[in-house]
T-cell receptor, first 115, second 112 residues
């Protein structure tokens, strides 16, 4: 089975721009969760999508949004980029909701740099 | 308040030796899952081991084992016979409600 894939792997944007990241889960997985990883804050939960619906949301501003398609692929959008948004964005998939499934499988991440 | 605490930002161990990484967590729930994830320099996060809170027996996965102390809310990871490939960032994680919470990680270096 193919693992979780994320595109693009690297992005460079400037302040004020917006960006869309994509995540394709493992086949058969219906949940996709997104995380932001920074050296200072570690991994922080952004949100989780299951069956095209946002089920859980972390403590991030409304500039961070996402969606999930019928094939379980998910996109994350960040509008009006700020320097502090520079981070590694990880997505993870699981068969059911992350809180119910016994584990998540992570993608390689998208490295976003905001200049 | 920190939900998952890893008090050792960096650790090192000699190859073939044993090392223990600490983790404490906070919850009022009685049943939950705990995890250790490994993130090598290539950045792909992979699951090392998981523990179900209702199981008293400590989980073991080859050279990796945990010491789960439910009352103390402690979940340490022991790596035996350390190998160079064990060099990575290790994250303790915990599910509370419907969210995963991660510690800030312990950077482990295995010294040849």
């Amino acid at each position: 089975k193919a693992g979780v894939t994320q595109t693009p792997r690297y992005l460079i944007k400037t302040r004020g721009q917006q960006v869309t990241l994509s995540c394709s889960p493992i086949s058969g997985h219906r949940s996709v969760s997104w995380y932001q990883q920074t050296p200072g804050q570690g991994l922080q939960f952004l949100f989780e999508y299951f069956s095209e619906t946002q089920r859980n949301k972390g403590n991030f501003p409304g500039r961070f949004s996402g969606r999930q398609f019928s094939n379980s692929r998910s996109e994350m959008n960040v509008s009006t980029l700020e320097l502090g948004d520079s981070a590694l964005y990880l997505c993870a998939s699981s068969t059911g909701l992350a809180g119910v499934s016994d584990t998540q499988y992570f993608g390689p991440g998208t490295r976003l740099t905001v200049l | 308040a920190q939900t998952v605490t890893q008090s050792q930002p960096e650790m090192s161990v000699q190859e073939a030796e044993t090392v223990t990484l600490s983790c404490t967590y906070d919850t009022s729930e009685s049943n939950y899952y705990l995890f250790w994830y490994k993130q090598p320099p290539s950045r792909q996060m992979i699951l090392v081991i998981r523990q179900e809170a209702y199981k008293q027996q400590n989980a073991t996965e080859n050279r990796f084992s945990v010491n789960f102390q439910k009352a103390a809310k402690s979940f340490s990871l022991k790596i035996s016979d350390s190998q160079l490939g064990d060099t990575a960032m290790y994250f303790c994680a915990f599910i509370r409600g419907n969210q995963f919470y991660f510690g800030t990680g312990t950077s482990l270096t295995v010294i040849p």
